[in-house]
């Protein structure tokens, strides 16, 4: 009982290993062509029951890890994981990393002087169900300090892993917020081309919003084809 899917990644859009504004890219983008090696039965395999069983159960909601509400404002994200046909990818699993409401990691190499938040850990992780639809709650991320250039801020951001099927269909991606002017001035967000990079950013919806309780952000992530979500290459390590 194995499933078989191919890979591609050459999907419009995607950034380059290069970026001339991106420091770090100059360091780690390969400067010869690269090897393509065969994919075997170990990259294009996975678990037949899909990943929950390996990876335990949604972590929906990054608000109520703690004992206390995390600082900050509470969002709700949703969406649906679609193929390069619009169809629905099921069993998929996102991971969700990210800063907390004053831009910090909980990662031991930040060092950027903002508090951490004891009820914060910004980890989370849910599955699509049978639509490829997804859910979770979290609070906006702060902007952070990094070091890329003089006066270099990031844009709020969260970071999206997905798991496919198999072993090897790992993209990283980041969802960025409609009203932040920093996005335009990123070079991470901008090593993506127009009208590419739009295709990052979330989009606020008054239906997803909850009274009373919190802001709702819709991102749909499109895993290839002409419509697909730019996704960090393979070289694309750190953690801005
Ligand atoms: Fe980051």
Known sequence: MTRLVGFKHEDAGAPPSYSEGYQSTRLRAPSKPLIRTPTTLTEVTGPTDGWEGLMGGAMADLTTQHAGMPQGQRIIVSGRV???DGRPAPNTVMEIWQANAAGRYIHIDDSWDA???PNFTGAGRVITDAQGRYRYVTIRPG???WGNHYNAWRPGHIH??????????RLVTQMYFPDDPLIEIDPIANAVPMPYRQRMVSRFDIETTEPNYG???????????????PFEDDHDKDHH
């Open 82 to 84: 679609l193929d390069e």
């Open 115 to 117: 508090p951490h938040d």
């Open 143 to 145: 902007c952070y300090p």
């Open 160 to 169: 999206l892993s997905l798991m496919g099927p198999s072993f090897a269909s």
């Open 215 to 229: 802001l709702g952000y819709l991102f749909d992530v499109v895993l290839r084809g002409r419509e697909a979500t």
